[in-house]
């Protein structure tokens, strides 16, 4: 299964953008737990918000919440991460991951199995 993102681009500071995360196979992310993470060149994969597979807990990183949202669509088998008031640090490459786990597994890369090729965020005026 090929977990694939969408919905970066260029953003000017303070605009917002909404990533999209699903399989690339159209299948079920039911059972999936799914992580949002991005790096640049300073930072290798920095968690920024997971979503579990059951009971939707949800964790956030601490710098980024309550400016980035994660939620599920169970009906259109995506995850979203909306992110809101951008700021040119939040430029970088994008990874949504997933596990096929009961639960929550800890927001860190580790602890995810299957990552997408990653969408470029550029935050510039």
């Known amino acids: ?3 694939v993102e969408s919905g970066g681009g260029l953003v ?16 079920s992310l039911g ?4 992580g949002w993470f991005r790096r640049t ?3 290798d994969r920095e968690a920024i ?4 597979s059951s009971d939707d807990r949800i964790r956030y990183s601490d710098d980024l919440k309550g ?17 809101n008031s951008l700021k040119p ?16 597994p800890p ?3 580790y602890a995810f199995d299957k990552w997408g090729q990653g969408t470029q965020v550029t935050v510039s005026s």
């Not at 000017?12 to 299948?27: E, I």
């Not at 059972?31 to 799914?34: L, T």
């Not at 400016?67 to 992110?83: E, G, P």
């Open 1 to 3: 299964l090929q977990v």
């Open 12 to 27: 000017p500071p303070g605009g917002s953008l909404n990533l999209s995360c699903s399989f690339a196979s159209g299948n």
């Open 31 to 34: 059972g999936y737990a799914i």
């Open 41 to 43: 060149p300073e930072k």
């Open 49 to 52: 918000a997971c979503i579990s």
């Open 67 to 83: 400016r980035f949202i994660i939620s599920r669509d169970l009906a259109k088998n995506t995850v979203y991460l909306q992110m």
């Open 89 to 104: 640090e939040d430029t970088a490459d994008y990874y949504c991951a997933a596990v096929k786990l009961r639960g929550s």
């Open 107 to 109: 927001c860190i890369p």
